[in-house]
């Protein structure tokens, strides 16, 4: 199950997602912009193991959106402000769109084998008026980010603060085992393990020593904590 800033999804037993709540961007994924009361199917995707709504408020500035994985496709939907779709900026999507740059399997390994987890984050909540939106997927070596690259939060090579279509994190990442990945307000951390022993780095906004370190105040590469 996933909250929202004003819905909340969850998977069912059977691999559907079912939403509530809000929906005046689409974000409930049922193919109408109707506030519901009680949960709807969301349309066109099952096999879902995931999901996750973006969890910040609505501003001018900011609008919300859902991403759910399922075997080794993502799909997202709602308001695709800063490309957090994974499609070029712009519009609503009312039913999921996959994100279709993504490989169908970055870790290399089988289909049955491959395991991944999805964070959705947001900039700013407390303190500005400017909002981000990161989407992450993760197999293997590799994690992919999309988005609002706002302080570098995404690590990838695209200039801080545009809008970037998926693309592979840079760093020292990709030679470690990676275990999971988190989005926070300006920043993303990615637990791994790193000779042999659990590790954790963090890019983006230092804000408040967010990346545990007091070196400079943001980071467009991953940072050891």
Do not use: K
Not at 90 to 101: K, N
Not at 102 to 122: E, I, K, Q, Y
Not at 169 to 185: C, E, K, Q, Y
């Amino acid at each position: 199950i996933g909250a929202g800033a004003r819905n909340t999804c969850a998977v069912r037993a059977s691999g559907v997602v079912a939403c509530w709540g809000d929906n005046a961007y689409g974000q409930v994924g049922d193919g109408t912009t109707t506030r519901r009361l009680t949960p709807g199917l969301v349309r066109g995707i099952s096999g879902v193991d995931s999901v996750e709504p973006s969890p910040f408020g609505i501003t001018p500035d900011w609008s919300p959106f859902v991403c759910a994985r399922g075997g080794t496709s993502v799909y997202c939907w709602g308001s695709n402000e800063h490309a957090v779709l994974g499609s070029p900026a712009g519009g609503v999507a009312v039913t999921p769109e996959r994100v279709r740059a993504l490989p169908a399997d970055p870790s290399g390994t089988s289909p049955g084998m491959f395991r991944a987890n999805l964070a959705v984050g947001a900039w700013g909540v407390l303190q500005t008026q400017f909002f981000a939106m990161t989407g992450f997927t993760m197999g293997g070596h590799e994690v992919w980010g999309w988005g609002w690259n706002l302080a570098g939060s995404l690590g990838i090579y695209c200039a801080s603060g545009t809008d970037c279509a998926p693309a592979r994190t840079f760093g020292t990442l990709r030679s470690d085992p990676i275990l999971s990945v988190a989005a926070g307000m300006q920043h993303t951390c990615i637990a791994l393990t790193r000779a042999g022993v659990g590790a954790v780095s963090c890019m983006g906004s230092n804000a408040g020593y967010a990346l545990g370190t007091t070196a400079g105040t943001s980071s467009h590469e991953t940072s050891g904590v």
